[in-house]
């Protein structure tokens, strides 16, 4: 089944406690992407990657870190987490076609005390 | 820069009710359009998308949405809710049609009444 995995689907940590969030698709796609999800403030992007060894910031990077060192995997690193990260955050990808929809993971919900 | 407005963050209907849910956006080219849906606990799937091939876009689950450019507009319909239709609802705007420049309003919480 093509999908998107994210683990784990809630993780309550304390602040400065260094995590990661995996994110791993099975459909080959190029691009990836993390957002975080707020009440009120819609889907915001963090970071994405076009492909294998290629990132970028999105519109909210601070304080977090992405790797992608095979086509399957994006982690989400979170250094030194702060209350301010408590959120739900979702992964994505998609193949690198004009107009391809996303595919999204079920979600990490992060809460950090 | 390209930006979306969904007006009304919740709305409630009767189960057999139509369903409008609004969305503007701001592009500075022809934009590329879609609709995605959560359900609870889960992430977001896609209702449909504009492709500027038709002005009326069918989606899944009886949902369609209509591309007014005079208005800059791209509302979300449904003749007749279901309970099942209880989801959040996000319109998403992209000026180039990639993932990357996907910009996402802030959804609409839609709850069928029975």
């Known amino acids: 089944e093509a999908q998107v995995t994210q683990n784990p689907r809630y993780l309550i940590t304390v602040t400065g406690k260094k995590l990661t969030v995996t994110c791993s698709q099975n459909?080959?796609?190029?691009?990836m992407s993390w957002y975080r999800q707020d009440p009120g403030l819609g889907l915001r992007q963090i970071y994405y990657?076009?492909?294998?060894?290629?990132?970028d910031k999105g519109d909210v990077p601070e304080g977090y870190k992405v790797s992608r060192k095979e086509k399957r995997n994006f982690p989400l690193i979170l250094e030194s987490p702060s209350p301010n990260q408590t959120s739900l955050y979702f992964c994505?990808?998609?193949?690198?076609?004009?107009?391809?929809?996303?595919?999204f993971g079920n979600g990490t919900r992060l809460t950090v005390t | 820069a390209q930006s979306v407005t969904q007006l009304g963050s919740h709305v409630s209907v009767s189960e057999g009710a139509l369903v409008l849910l609004r969305c503007n956006y701001s592009?500075?080219?022809?934009?590329?359009l879609f609709w995605y849906v959560q359900y609870p606990n889960q992430g977001l799937q896609l209702l449909l998308k504009?492709?500027?091939?038709?002005?009326l876009v069918k989606g899944i689950n009886g949902f369609e949405a209509e591309f007014k450019k005079s208005e800059t507009s791209f509302h979300l319909t449904k003749p007749s809710a279901h309970m099942s239709d209880a989801a959040e609802y996000f319109c998403?705007?992209?000026?180039?049609?990639?993932?990357?420049?996907?910009?996402f309003g802030s959804g609409t919480q839609l709850t069928v009444l029975p």
């Open positions: 990657s076009m492909n294998v060894e290629v990132t």
């Open positions: 994505a990808s998609s193949p690198e076609m004009s107009n391809s929809p996303l595919h």
């Open positions: 998403a705007v992209s000026d180039s049609g990639s993932a990357r420049q996907l910009t």
């Open positions: 592009s500075s080219v022809p934009p590329y």
């Open positions: 459909m080959n796609h190029e691009y």
């Open positions: 504009y492709t500027s091939a038709a002005t």
